[in-house]
């Protein structure tokens, strides 16, 4: 079992900045790759940025230039900047993780229950 525990929402004003952080916390499962993902009300999740294990982030579209994801896996962390925050990046960012049994084979997938960033005018 993988619990996920994600940091850093709030409310923030147009132009602003806000990190997000997000541990993954495993007894046997391997962490594999992890994402952002966000919500909007109203709106289906979405991606934000891809973190493979050992590969480079991949970015939406709408915040390439302005967010930068990283991961330290020694501490089976990923982290979210955010800056240059926009009215429409305002939803529920959540934490997504894949993970590796022992043998190599795939394990499940998990969610985090997700932090709130609210950005005003």
């Known amino acids: 079992q993988v619990q ?47 973190i493979p294990r050992g590969g480079t982030p991949m970015y939406a579209a709408s915040v390439q230039g302005r967010f930068t994801a990283s991961r330290d896996n020694a501490k089976n962390t990923v982290y979210l900047q955010m800056n240059s925050l926009k009215p429409e990046d305002t939803g529920v960012y959540s934490c997504f993780a894949d993970t590796l049994l022992d043998s190599g084979t795939k394990g499940d997938a998990y969610w985090g229950q997700g932090t709130q960033v609210t950005v005003s005018l």
């Open 4 to 50: 996920l525990v994600e940091s850093g929402g709030g409310l923030v004003q147009a132009g602003g900045s806000l990190r997000l952080s997000c541990v993954a916390s495993t007894l046997i499962e391997i962490i594999n790759d992890m994402a952002w993902y966000r919500q909007a009300p109203g709106e289906q999740r979405e991606l934000v940025a891809e």
